[in-house]
């Protein structure tokens, strides 16, 4: 059952991102079926990650929220650590978009004192655009100008090591290529070698061929 329920999880979730709801919806319908009989079971909280996820496309910010909190009281297990993460980013969003800028921060914060979202670059970066966007919220500007440069300066970062990758990968893709074609011409040449060798032989035997015929005659 509970591979069942993370498929159907995934499947939900992606079909939110495509705007597909009512296949979302469905399926959140079968997980609730699944789980009825385990009330306490840590599947909940993936369960309650996607359903607070389709609350938050129909712009029912509130019951996502209560979602997200759901998810979170049953999250346990060896990853507990990193699904309350993501589940307190997506409780900061719906928070944002109800304009919810107080409690948003209390969130927000509670995620910056987290290794496990501090320790990824682009979660760090998604965290400094909403801290930006609540402290402009609540009237903050200082704090709200702070946390953008914060967010510009890793994200310039970010670009350019991103730039540097891709540049890297396109040299050794040209160097491969390089390698290739004189891998080609090699070969070729040895090919011509080869064939004018035979080539040579077969004149040798063509003449020793008419040296015999002659001597014979």
Do not use: C
Not at 36 to 44: A, D, G, K, T, W
Not at 76 to 91: P, R, T
């Amino acid at each position: 059952a509970s591979r069942r329920v993370a498929t159907y999880n995934r499947a939900g979730e992606n079909y939110i991102y495509l705007h597909k709801y009512a296949e979302a919806k469905k399926l959140l319908d079968k997980i609730r079926v699944i789980l009825e009989p385990y009330p306490e079971s840590e599947l909940y909280a993936g369960y309650y990650l996607v359903d607070g996820l389709y609350h938050h496309h129909q712009k029912q910010y509130a019951s996502a929220v209560s979602s997200f909190d759901k998810g979170i009281s049953h999250a346990e297990g060896q990853n507990k650590a990193y699904i309350v993460q993501e589940l307190l980013a997506l409780k900061s969003k719906s928070l944002i978009a109800a304009k919810q800028y107080g409690p948003a921060v209390e969130v927000l914060t509670r995620l910056s004192e987290s290794p496990e979202t501090m320790e990824i670059i682009t979660s760090r970066l998604d965290l400094y655009k909403d801290f930006a966007e609540s402290y402009a919220g609540l009237g903050k500007m200082a704090l709200a100008y702070e946390y953008q440069k914060r967010y510009s300066q890793l994200n310039d970062s970010l670009h350019e090591t991103q730039f540097k990758k891709d540049l890297n990968e396109l040299e050794i893709k040209y160097q491969n290529a390089q390698n290739q074609k004189e891998i080609i011409a090699l070969k070729s040449r040895n090919e011509q070698a080869a064939q004018s060798a035979r080539n040579s032989k077969l004149w040798i035997g063509l003449l020793a061929s008419a040296t015999l015929l002659l001597l014979i005659n």
